[in-house]
């Protein structure tokens, strides 16, 4: 089994671990113990979120592992309470106390918000905290690309874009817009939670093609088109399972395949849903 994960660079210099731990819905007690349990099956990157409300359990999780914390990524995000200039130190103050941790490796913004229109104030916040060594690298979760072009428009550009992604939503507009400015795109629910993907019969002969599990081909399709996933899993079995994806990959045709299964599997609409 090879579990070592490829990072990115990003812009600010950071390097993002290829897959990830999710950890929404888990709760304080479940999330300190699938942190804990992870490290020691090669997880360096952690993803979790104020709304979550276990950022503590993270920070438990990582000291109870003993992780160096320079050998860890945690990635976490603010509500809108705190889409301001001031309110994102505030934010990242009070996440940086629950974790534990001097600072985060990647702040988001988890919800575009856009009738409240102050993300781009936001982002000017983040911008300022990460100047102050508070936050490595800067970027936005669930943002479309009218949303993007704004932050653009404004002289500012995410270093990631986390969406919720997977072969039956391949989000392809808003990767090439992500794509066209340099951003990073990382999937949530990568697996497709709430569908039948993982018994999607291309997968199944894909799995048995490769010797691999249906989740390991979804996962290895998002290595191979350079998107960053963080499955969540609180079972530990499932958890070794997800990071075993660097001992194989997809030939072109298969990944094409896959591209192909675009369907109308809902998504969460962030024009009109967000926190
Ligand atoms: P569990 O925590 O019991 O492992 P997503 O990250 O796409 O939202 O998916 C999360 C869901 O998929 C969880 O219900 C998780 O359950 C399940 N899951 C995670 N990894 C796998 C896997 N390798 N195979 C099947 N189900 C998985």
Redesign the pocket.
Same mark, same amino acid.
């Given at each position: 089994m090879n579990t070592s994960v490829p990072a990115l660079p990003l812009p600010s210099g950071a390097l993002i671990p290829q897959v990830g731990l !999710?950890t929404?819905p888990l709760d304080d007690d479940e999330a300190a113990r699938a942190v804990d349990t992870a490290v020691g099956l090669g997880y360096r990157h952690f993803d979790t979120a104020e709304n979550y409300r276990n950022e503590k359990g993270v920070g438990v999780g990582l000291r109870r592992s003993g992780l160096d914390r320079g050998q860890a990524f945690i990635t976490t995000k603010f509500n809108k309470e705190w889409h301001s200039f001031d309110g994102v130190r505030r934010a990242v103050e009070a996440s940086t106390q629950r974790l534990g941790t001097e600072y985060v490796d990647l702040l988001l913004i988890h919800w575009p918000n856009p009738d409240l229109d102050r993300y781009v104030e936001a982002f000017r916040g983040m911008r300022a905290v990460q100047d102050d060594g508070l936050v490595r690298a800067v970027g936005v979760s669930n943002f479309k690309p009218a949303h993007l072009k704004k932050l653009a428009d404004a002289g500012l550009v995410p270093e990631v874009n986390q969406i919720q992604l997977?072969p039956y939503r391949p989000r392809r507009d808003v990767r090439e817009a992500n794509a066209g400015l340099g951003i990073l795109t990382e999937a949530? &629910? %990568? +697996? !497709? @939670?709430g569908t039948r993907l +993982?018994a999607e019969p291309l997968l199944l002969t894909l799995a048995a093609k490769y010797g691999k599990? %249906?989740?390991?081909v979804v996962l290895r399709w998002d290595i191979q088109s350079g998107i960053v996933a963080? %499955? @969540? &899993?609180?079972?530990p079995q499932?958890?070794a399972?997800?990071l075993d994806i660097f001992d194989f990959e997809l030939d072109a045709r298969d990944l094409s395949s896959l591209d192909g299964l675009e369907n109308d599997a809902a998504v969460s609409d962030s024009d009109t849903f967000g926190h």
């Amino acid at each position: 089994m090879n579990t070592s994960v490829p990072a990115l660079p990003l812009p600010s210099g950071a390097l993002i671990p290829q897959v990830g731990l !999710g950890t929404w819905p888990l709760d304080d007690d479940e999330a300190a113990r699938a942190v804990d349990t992870a490290v020691g099956l090669g997880y360096r990157h952690f993803d979790t979120a104020e709304n979550y409300r276990n950022e503590k359990g993270v920070g438990v999780g990582l000291r109870r592992s003993g992780l160096d914390r320079g050998q860890a990524f945690i990635t976490t995000k603010f509500n809108k309470e705190w889409h301001s200039f001031d309110g994102v130190r505030r934010a990242v103050e009070a996440s940086t106390q629950r974790l534990g941790t001097e600072y985060v490796d990647l702040l988001l913004i988890h919800w575009p918000n856009p009738d409240l229109d102050r993300y781009v104030e936001a982002f000017r916040g983040m911008r300022a905290v990460q100047d102050d060594g508070l936050v490595r690298a800067v970027g936005v979760s669930n943002f479309k690309p009218a949303h993007l072009k704004k932050l653009a428009d404004a002289g500012l550009v995410p270093e990631v874009n986390q969406i919720q992604l997977d072969p039956y939503r391949p989000r392809r507009d808003v990767r090439e817009a992500n794509a066209g400015l340099g951003i990073l795109t990382e999937a949530w &629910s %990568p +697996l !497709g @939670k709430g569908t039948r993907l +993982l018994a999607e019969p291309l997968l199944l002969t894909l799995a048995a093609k490769y010797g691999k599990t %249906p989740a390991q081909v979804v996962l290895r399709w998002d290595i191979q088109s350079g998107i960053v996933a963080i %499955p @969540k &899993s609180a079972n530990p079995q499932r958890m070794a399972e997800n990071l075993d994806i660097f001992d194989f990959e997809l030939d072109a045709r298969d990944l094409s395949s896959l591209d192909g299964l675009e369907n109308d599997a809902a998504v969460s609409d962030s024009d009109t849903f967000g926190h």
